[in-house]
């Protein structure tokens, strides 16, 4: 009896197991990101970037570096004041079902399992950008995503959310430039100076 018990138990642990590899192994959501231009024949002004308090550290930290590894603008700093172009960002994530009750239970299923029993969760993401240039705000961009992840033991729990957030950085450079914006909107705002060279 206690043979049976145990070859239960380890089967059972073992579907679970594999449950959370066919969680994991289907291959993470990829999310389509568009083409923006990188290599420019002038990189953009200097920009500082103030980022909401509501963003944790990881999504703030992950917007600068990703827009510093573009090399588009001259000079990418956080929250500098008196910057002459700022960009006021508002990321905010919530659970798609718009509780957050789903996601405690899921939590405290998953923590009582040690994360052995995978949990999916399904989020959106949403990305709020105000451009001001010397004070005046001149240009608004809004942009949204839905993505979900299964989570477990041995899942990365902010793998999803660096994608989102590189994909909705993706969708902020590609209308940029097609609005044109730095190439003649900010230039013309800060006297012609607002394009250098590299």
């Known amino acids: 009896m206690k043979r049976a018990g145990t070859i239960a138990l ?17 291959g993470p959501q990829t999310l389509s990101v568009p083409a923006y231009r990188q290599n420019l024949e002038k ?16 999504s703030a930290e992950l917007f600068l570096a990703e827009l510093r590894a573009t090399a588009m603008f001259t000079d990418v700093r956080d929250r500098r004041a008196g910057a002459p172009v700022v960009l006021e960002i508002l ?4 659970e798609k ?29 949403a990305l709020s950008v105000t ?12 942009f949204s995503r839905e993505a ?7 899942s990365d729990p902010w793998a999803k959310e660096r ?21 003649q909107t900010v230039p013309a705002l800060l006297d012609g100076n607002g394009m250098r060279s590299e």
């Open 163 to 183: 994608q989102v957030c590189r994909a909705l950085l993706a969708d902020l450079l590609a209308a940029m430039q097609a609005d044109e914006l730095f190439e």
């Open 43 to 58: 990189k953009y002004p200097p920009i500082s970037v103030w980022l909401n308090g509501g963003a944790n550290h990881d």
């Open 97 to 125: 079902d718009g509780s957050s009750a789903a996601g405690v239970a899921k939590g405290v299923v998953s923590g009582a399992s040690l994360g052995v029993i995978p949990m999916r969760y399904e989020h959106v993401y």
């Open 10 to 26: 380890v089967g059972g642990l073992a579907l679970l197991l594999s449950g959370c590899q066919t969680g994991a192994g289907a």
């Open 148 to 154: 979900g992840s299964t989570l477990f033991l041995l």
């Open 131 to 142: 451009v001001v240039v010397r004070g005046d705000e001149i240009k608004n961009y809004r």
């Open 91 to 94: 990321f905010q994530k919530t």
